[in-house]
């Protein structure tokens, strides 16, 4: 079995404790950057380890960076070698928001050349519902090496995206929410807005009334529609830090929409540069 975007919570009760299976608890709230740590040690998916937004999933601010710049790949490396990933894994990664901040793992194993990753459809609140094992226990962890392999080609910088919307050639699409993409709302940011050019594509829109992810067909409906004859590889996704626009980049790969990238910075950086051109509205 070899899993790359989503995986049930039946097909997960049934490797708690398989060594080749790691798990990755990614609960956070970036309101509150402790609480998904206190909700980890409350109670956790069996054998999972925790990864922190901020501390493990990030580098540290720059003036010209967003709010999560990418980890140094090296530094990310090693540290999920600590926690027993090699090339041999199955990495489940899962938060309680529905895959808003486990994307982001997701996204940065394959960055690193590690694709035998998914996410958990539902996430630990499903898990609860249904009664699965949880545990405060800390995980025995057998360390392990990843040599990674990395592929830069999955992202774009502000200057790439400036040019593409210069050229007119490619989509860029936000993943926030719509008030946050018109401006009507600003709540982690300095500026309220757009980038000029983009279109809004919350990710939200990728999940069903349970809070799983919508069939494969009904998402490459959904994506064919709003990418209106611009192919996936010409898709550039972003949001406020890089974070939830790795949710939408799942949803394609799930639908067998292949390609789209990165804006790894996003609004936060695109903003820290007072020249870059910001729109709101529609």
Not at 256 to 275: F, Q, R, V
């Amino acid at each position: 079995m070899r899993l790359t975007t989503l995986v049930d919570t039946e097909t997960l009760s049934r490797h708690v404790g398989d060594p080749r299976w790691i798990v990755v608890d990614c609960r956070f709230v970036l309101s509150n950057p402790e609480a998904g740590r206190r909700a980890y040690a409350a109670g956790h998916v069996p054998g999972a380890r925790y990864a922190h937004l901020d501390e493990d999933l990030s580098s540290p601010l720059t003036p010209a960076s967003g709010r999560h710049p990418l980890p140094f790949p090296n530094v990310l490396a090693e540290k999920l070698g600590r926690w027993g990933i090699d090339k041999t894994s199955q990495v489940v990664v899962y938060d309680d928001t529905f895959g808003a901040m486990a994307a982001r793992l997701w996204w940065l194993l394959r960055w690193l050349g590690h694709e035998t990753v998914a996410l958990l459809d539902g996430g630990y609140p499903k898990w609860q519902r249904e009664g699965r094992p949880a545990t405060p226990e800390l995980p025995v962890i057998q360390a392990a090496q990843l040599h990674p392999t990395i592929n830069n080609a999955l992202w774009v910088g502000a200057d790439q995206v400036q040019e593409m919307l210069r050229a007119r050639e490619g989509l860029l699409a936000d993943a926030r929410a719509e008030e946050r993409f018109r401006g009507d709302i600003e709540p982690l940011d300095k500026v309220a807005g757009h980038v000029p050019g983009a279109i809004n594509m919350p990710y939200e829109d990728n999940l069903d009334f349970s809070g799983e992810f919508m069939s494969d067909e009904a998402l490459r409906e959904h994506y064919l529609a709003a990418l209106s004859g611009v192919t996936p590889d010409k898709v550039v996704q972003m949001c406020g830090s890089g974070v939830t626009a790795c949710h939408n980049i799942l949803a394609m790969e799930h639908a067998g929409l292949l390609g789209a990238k990165l804006y790894a910075g996003s609004w936060s950086e695109w903003i820290a540069d007072p020249n870059r051109p910001v729109t709101k509205g529609g």
